[in-house]
């Protein structure tokens, strides 16, 4: 079955500062990967996916993402953060297993709070 | 454009007792899913339709739960005789027709709190 690990509940850095927020994946097939974030009181925003192709994806809001096969990873990277990138990060890994008719349910990980602080 | 509704935003009520919520997708979205999340958890897959079909359930959606899109738009999720242990935010979701790797659009939620 598929599963998805975001080892740290919270990553803390310094407006500007590089941040990373750790996913790993665990998939039988090729991964199909997502981000999303969600903001309190707000329902979960795509940021990006990996499908295929180059292994660094950008999506949204400066927000980049590595896909690394040999080490299971697809870490979410932002090079100068910012306060308002404070929220929390989910993971997510397309599950291929039953899901008829082509749809793409999600196993999504338990969630990284991210806190930008001035 | 619009996106995805969901109503009521907030649903408190007493154990027993049965509750409908509801979630109007994006318009041209012919896929819809529900989810359920509860504190220091990520999202769990419930139920998704293709237009009007019901094609999965998880087996987390046990017979008190009922879910329906009848005419392939809005769907309502009906949980019955709710119990304490469905506290929870449920997210509704939509994603266009053609690629499976399409990325859903999330509502807000509705958060449920059985008392």
């Known amino acids: 079955a598929q599963s998805v690990a975001q080892p740290e509940d919270q990553v803390n850095v310094a407006e500007g500062n590089p941040l990373t927020v750790k996913c790993t994946y665990s998939v039988s097939g090729n991964p199909y990967l997502f981000w999303y974030v969600q903001y309190p009181n707000r329902g979960l925003q795509f940021l990006l996916k990996?499908?295929?192709?180059?292994?660094l994806v950008k999506g949204s809001y400066g927000f980049e993402a590595e896909f690394n096969k040999s080490q299971t990873s697809f870490h979410l990277k932002k090079p100068s953060a910012l306060v308002s990138d404070s929220a929390l990060y989910f993971c997510a890994v397309r599950d291929l297993k039953g899901l008829t008719g082509g749809g793409n349910k999600l196993t999504f990980g338990t969630g990284t709070q991210l806190k930008v602080e001035l | 454009d619009t996106g995805v509704s969901q109503d009521p935003r907030h649903k408190i009520t007493k154990r027993g007792q049965n509750v409908t919520f509801r979630c109007d997708p994006i318009s041209e979205h012919n896929r819809l899913y529900w989810y359920r999340q509860t504190l220091g958890q990520g999202p769990e897959f419930l139920t998704y339709f293709q237009n009007e079909a019901q094609l999965e359930k998880s087996r987390l959606l046990s017979d008190r739960f009922s879910a329906e899109r009848p005419k392939g738009s809005f769907s309502t999720l009906e949980i019955q005789r709710t119990e304490q242990g469905d506290s929870a935010m449920y997210l509704c979701?939509?994603?266009?027709?053609?690629?499976?790797?399409?990325?859903?659009?999330f509502g807000p939620g509705t958060r449920l709190t059985v008392l």
């Open positions: 990996y499908i295929t192709g180059d292994n």
């Open positions: 979701a939509s994603s266009r027709p053609g690629l499976a790797t399409n990325e859903q659009f």
